[in-house]
């Protein structure tokens, strides 16, 4: 089993849609936790990082559930500038980090 | 200013070549890190330094050889690569290895793109 898992995507969806992204992780010690994004060709920008009591950021709103070692992210009101790939990220203190395969989104005009 | 620079940003590069990648962060951030990224794929860890010592070195082949000059500064020596070695290379930077929470947050630098011919 991977450490890290998500959805295998592609996500197509029509600009204004609501879009959820589903990431699990096997190393229970894991403490900390990431959504990154990334442009084709590009390096990954720092999206968001997750808490246990969940965030939010304008149109992005991500969560830690620790007992299911699950974390999402949920994208409203999608843009045409939100296609891209989606990488969830878990890591020990600090030290180790783990990147999910990604899951790639296409907003669709 | 999350900015982390890199150079080359291209690099070409035949099998008996030596030659060395750059990375550098003037944000006082005490974690660097090596990735590498092969088309399609998530980036990979391969070094960890934490206070400018090797903290993390995850079975990455002799040929690939960091260095940490400096709080600020972030090398990794290349020699006798292969191939199979041609991939995105990228560094990143986190605030403080022995913090916790948001001081993980790495940003990374553009990468080098490197070919081993």
């Known amino acids: 089993r991977k450490e890290v898992e998500q959805d295998p995507g592609p996500f197509n969806v029509p600009e204004g849609a609501t879009v959820a992204f589903n990431c699990t992780y096997s190393?229970?010690?894991?403490?900390?936790f990431f959504w990154y994004r990334q442009d084709c060709r590009k390096e990954p920008k720092l999206l968001m990082s997750?808490?246990?009591s969940g965030n939010e950021d304008g149109r992005f709103t991500a969560q830690l559930n620790r007992a299911s070692q699950y974390i999402s992210l949920l994208i409203r009101d999608s843009k045409l500038s939100d296609s891209a790939t989606y990488l969830c990220?878990?890591?020990?203190?600090?030290?180790?980090?783990?990147f999910g395969p990604g899951t790639r989104l296409s907003v669709l005009p | 200013d999350t900015e982390v620079t890199q150079t080359p940003k291209h690099l070409v590069m035949g099998m008996t070549n030596k030659k060395s990648l750059k990375c550098e962060q003037h944000?006082?951030?005490?974690?660097m890190y090596w990735y590498k990224q092969k088309a399609k794929k998530p980036p990979e860890l391969m070094f960890v330094?934490?206070?400018?010592?090797?903290?993390i070195n995850e079975s990455v082949p002799s040929r690939f050889s960091p260095e940490c000059p400096n709080s600020s500064l972030l090398n990794l020596h290349l020699h006798a690569l292969q191939p199979e070695d041609s991939a995105l290379y990228l560094c990143?930077?986190?605030?403080?290895?022995?913090?916790?929470?948001?001081?993980?947050?790495?940003?990374f630098g553009p990468g080098t793109r490197l070919t081993v011919t």
């Open positions: 990143a930077s986190s605030q403080d290895p022995r913090g916790w929470g948001d001081s993980y947050e790495q940003y």
């Open positions: 190393n229970s010690a894991s403490q900390s």
């Open positions: 997750v808490y246990s």
């Open positions: 990220v878990v890591s020990d203190y600090g030290q180790n980090f783990v």
């Open positions: 944000m006082g951030h005490r974690a």
């Open positions: 330094y934490s206070y400018e010592k090797l903290s």
